[in-house]
């Protein structure tokens, strides 16, 4: 099955370190602004999804979603949650650890576009938390 999202062991240890400590978290792929082009951990509650929020998966027991408009420009491409050292966006609760997540990307092959345009379900549009 292919994945739209992944996660490396390093970042999924940091999630479950957050986990014990803010207790059920998101993440939500940020489109720019303030943040730049992160993904954002919130703790569920703090951040409020809308119906155009769209869920690519989940990750280390967290759900990932993006702007429908942003997935509209990376529906094609297979994304991967990493954890680099620095101080990313204030917003996510990663950020007093000295760390920060970030999203590698690389464009899915003719394979996986296959296996995905024939999948039961396309990722969902709409909150869900």
């Known amino acids: 099955m292919v994945n739209r999202v992944d996660i490396t062991p390093a970042a999924a240890a940091m999630v479950s370190k957050l ?10 792929q940020s489109g720019g602004c303030c943040d730049g082009s992160a ?3 919130y703790p569920q509650g703090d951040f409020h999804l809308g119906a155009q929020d769209v869920h690519l998966g989940e990750i280390a ?4 979603y993006m702007s429908a408009f942003q997935y509209e420009y990376w529906q ?7 954890l680099v050292p620095g101080r990313g966006s204030s917003f996510s609760v990663e ?4 760390v920060r997540f ?3 990307s690389r464009l899915f092959s003719e394979a996986e ?11 969902e549009q709409g ?3």
């Open 19 to 28: 986990t014990e400590r803010h207790g059920p978290l998101l993440f939500h």
């Open 39 to 41: 993904p954002m951990c």
């Open 61 to 64: 027991g967290v759900p990932f």
């Open 76 to 82: 094609h491409t297979h994304l991967t949650i990493d």
């Open 95 to 98: 950020a007093p650890e000295g």
């Open 102 to 104: 970030i999203t590698r």
């Open 113 to 123: 576009l296959a296996e995905l345009a024939n999948s039961s379900s396309p990722p």
């Open 127 to 129: 909150s869900t938390t």
